[in-house]
């Protein structure tokens, strides 16, 4: 279905289009800035697709780059992780979630960590590495691999002002673990954290802001929204303390993807980005984006609007409020 997008509001939930009219699809995504250019990566599932890749600069206009992630991707030449596959025994999908990219200065390469399954019930759990030197090009494979043998589902990358970090669900999700990257970041150098045992947290999304870190996730429900929690901390490596709610108990009806910063001119403006997921028919997945408001005391709020604008130069946003 292809449609216009006119205006500078996204109205959540609704079908989102590219610029050239089809429906964008980035699901479970991650966006980032890179040399004034917002690349938004996410999940595709249709055909031969497993992340595709758009880019904006007012975040409103989306612009379909390329599908960065294919069945048909290029696997890296000397081998270092056992499988370099991205299809299963038969030549059919694997199952590609949650990809996530940062810019490695050093190597000047883009690095994308995901989640990796090769079959239907999440036995695999696996983490995934790939790598570009383009920000949209085609991504080389490096393989899948359970961190120091520990079992990885739904993650997430974060970069500090120094390194960077790839957080995980283990041990069947009822343990978050946060590995720290090597200085390319294409591998972890060593397990930095693990926190929130038995609490069994999905979806985790990261965001630093004024010298603290707050991490947001949900609890496991498969495709059906549940109670977003988060977590703050002073020291990355001490973990998140204890889980205080935030929004409603089905997060508004959505699941965390990841937090988005929009450093502007007059304000820096934090937007929670959630995935609707449509359980029946995951291609009819939907998004949305909500302020996301600190305060003095360290807790956060996720406010609930139906649409929202945000100016990309100042920073600022508007949005209209939900009543519930
Ligand atoms: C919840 C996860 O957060 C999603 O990424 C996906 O794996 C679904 N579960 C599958 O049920």
Redesign the pocket.
């Given at each position: 279905m292809k449609k216009e997008r006119m205006d500078m509001t996204l109205k959540n939930g609704e079908i989102w289009y590219d610029t050239q009219g089809n429906v964008l699809h980035a699901h479970?995504g991650h966006i980032l800035l890179h040399e004034g250019v917002y690349y938004w990566y996410g999940e595709n599932r249709l055909e031969d697709i497993y992340v595709s890749c758009y880019s904006s600069t007012d975040l409103v206009h989306w612009t379909f780059l390329n599908h960065v992630l294919t069945m048909r991707s290029p696997a890296r030449e000397n081998r270092v992780r056992g499988d370099l596959k991205l299809t299963n025994q038969n030549g059919g999908r694997v199952n590609i979630?949650?990809p996530k990219v940062l810019y490695n200065e050093k190597t000047k390469q883009f690095v994308m960590w995901m989640?990796y399954e090769n079959g239907t019930d999440?036995s695999c759990a696996a983490a995934a590495v790939a790598t570009c030197d383009t920000p949209a090009g085609d991504f080389v494979y490096h393989g899948s691999f359970r961190p120091y043998g520990h079992m990885s589902?739904?993650c997430t990358l974060f970069a500090d002002s120094d390194r960077a970090y790839f957080l995980s669900a283990s041990r069947d999700n009822a343990d978050m673990h946060m590995y720290l990257l090597q200085e390319d970041y294409q591998n972890v150098e060593k397990l930095s954290g693990a926190f929130w045992s038995n609490e069994y947290r999905?979806?985790p999304a990261l965001v630093k802001k004024d010298g603290a870190y707050y991490i947001f996730s949900?609890f496991?429900t498969?495709?059906a929204p549940n109670q977003c929690k988060y977590g703050r901390t002073d020291c990355l490596e001490k973990g998140f303390g204890l889980l205080r709610k935030v929004g409603d108990e089905t997060t508004y009806h959505s699941?965390p993807a990841f937090i988005l910063t929009v450093a502007g001119t007059e304000t820096t403006s934090y937007i929670y980005v959630g995935d609707r997921?449509d359980g029946r028919d995951y291609h009819n997945s939907r998004y949305v984006w909500f302020p996301l408001v600190f305060h003095e005391d360290g807790s956060a709020k996720i406010i609930h609007c139906s649409e929202i604008e945000i100016d990309a130069v100042t920073g600022r946003m508007e949005w209209v409020e939900c009543e519930r």
């Open positions: 479970g979630e949650r989640h999440y589902r739904d999905e979806a949900s496991c498969g495709w699941q997921w």
